[in-house]
Structures are given as structure tokens and as C-alpha cells.
């Protein structure tokens, strides 16, 4: 039995128990039908350790968006080198950050519960072809 690597997990928002069941259901860019399971469907684990766990992505969020921001500025000022235009730059990052804003919302649920979770942890035994979810 091999082990599903985290890199292709996470990449992947696979469960993190598991590292098998889908945390997300619809497509990444599917307006209004792209939202977290409440379970894990290959071995039950809750999403939602505790209630409100996910307000805590919005900070995770909230770096991604800076952190996307200043590759925006910077990008545009190395395509353009425009220092005078404070317009093109604030479209240029809006406009990214809302393109971007359905990857963030997926990424900050899988950083946090890979890599900020100290009650989550990777079971191997579970990381199987033939698991069936539990009741």
C-alpha cells in the first residue's frame, strides 16, 4: 500500500484524514454550486471541527489576497512601468483578486486544515482504494 503524497492532496483538496474524499463539491469555477461537504465522503472526518472553525480561513484568506496583490503591483510595473496611472494598477489588482477569489476560497479551507489544524491528522490506514465511508 502506498501513501498519497500531501503535495497531491492538498492540491487536489482531498480530505486530510484520508487524503481520498473530495472536501469540495462542483467545479472550482461553478457560480453557486462550488461549496465545502460537511463530511468527508471516503471516511466521515467533519470538516468543521467546531463551530465557526472556518472563519479562521478568512485570515488565510485575507494573506493569500495580499500576497496575490503584490504579484499584481509588481507584474504591472514590469509590463508597463507606469508610475503615473493609479487606476491601472488598483483595476489590475481588483480585477485579479476577483478572478482569483474561488482558487482562495478552496485553498484557505485546505491550508487550514493541512498545515493549521493540530487536531488533524494523516491516518494511513484509511488511505486506501476499497475504504468505504463510515456511519
Wanted: aromatic fraction near 18%.
Amino acid at each position: 500500500m502506498s501513501e498519497t503524497p500531501k503535495s497531491w492532496a492538498m492540491l487536489h483538496c482531498k480530505c486530510p484524514r484520508c487524503r481520498r474524499g473530495n472536501m469540495f463539491t462542483g467545479a472550482m469555477y461553478n457560480i453557486g454550486l462550488s461549496k465545502i461537504n460537511e463530511t468527508c465522503p471516503r471516511c466521515g472526518m467533519r470538516f468543521e471541527i467546531e463551530p465557526g472553525y472556518f472563519y479562521a480561513a478568512m485570515y488565510v484568506s485575507y494573506a493569500l489576497n495580499v500576497a496575490e496583490s503584490g504579484f499584481f503591483w509588481l507584474s504591472t510595473y514590469l509590463i508597463t512601468h507606469n508610475t503615473t496611472s493609479p487606476w491601472l494598477y488598483i483595476s489590475v489588482i481588483l480585477g485579479g483578486c476577483f478572478l482569483l477569489s474561488p482558487i482562495n476560497f478552496r485553498y484557505s479551507r485546505v491550508f487550514l486544515l493541512y498545515w493549521l489544524s493540530p487536531k488533524v491528522h494523516y491516518q494511513p490506514h484509511l488511505d486506501t482504494y476499497d475504504q468505504i465511508k463510515h456511519p
